[in-house]
């Protein structure tokens, strides 16, 4: 120990006195190693306790200033990617944006419809990725019937709007279309405000 550093046993270097922790028996009251070496030391030993139960260890990453890894999806992403979250240390969730995303629409599905992502797609598939009522616009909204809350397959923004509209009334649905179809009745304006009643 000289000039205010110390050698360390670990990394074979000059270190300051404050990379060194305290050690009250030894001779200079501090540890033969820096905190840099006794962390990884330690990570490194609670690594081979671990193994040697079975059980898996996630590896440290280096994580630079104003980032965080999500340990869903193994990515390291800016502050910005995180919702806030006053209880955690750093003040984020655990999980980030993207992923809390995905699982959001997972438990919708299931909480919603009864449903799981791999059961939404497979009926997508089967409707060749189509609206089951305009064939034309991509299926994309599960529709359910709300009475006995039943799936009734995926339709497009328009189509879901539309039933949503006419509140799921097939007789109001038929009406719709016997008057697109002009097979409803039309009143003939006469005069201003009579009409003449169909025959």
């Known amino acids: 120990m000289s000039n205010g550093s110390k050698w360390c046993r670990g990394c074979g270097r000059d ?26 030391y330690g990570a490194e030993h609670y690594r081979r306790r671990q ?14 200033v104003g980032h965080k890894l999500c340990r869903q999806c193994g990515e390291v992403k ?12 750093d003040g984020l969730s655990t999980r980030c944006k993207a992923c809390r995303a995905v699982q959001g629409r997972a438990s919708h599905l ?33 529709d359910h019937d709300h ?6 397959g995926v339709l497009c923004f328009s189509c879901n709007a539309a039933l949503g509209q006419f509140k799921d009334r097939p007789d109001v649905i038929r009406r719709a279309a016997a008057y697109v179809e002009g097979n409803l009745w039309k009143p003939t304006i006469v005069a201003q405000g009579v009409y003449r009643q169909p025959s």
């Open 15 to 40: 270190v300051p006195l404050s990379g060194l922790a305290a050690d009250r028996n030894r001779g200079d009251g501090l540890q033969p190693r820096c905190r840099g070496c006794v962390a990884a």
């Open 51 to 64: 193994a040697a139960r079975g059980k898996a260890v996630k590896e440290k990453v280096d994580v630079p």
């Open 78 to 89: 800016s502050h910005g990617d995180w919702h806030k979250n006053a209880t955690a240390s």
């Open 110 to 142: 299931k909480r919603s419809y009864g449903i799981t992502e791999a059961q939404r797609d497979e009926m997508i598939a089967s409707q060749d990725g189509l609206c089951v009522i305009c064939r034309l616009g991509p299926a994309e909204h599960v």
């Open 147 to 152: 009475q006995t809350g039943r799936v009734r």
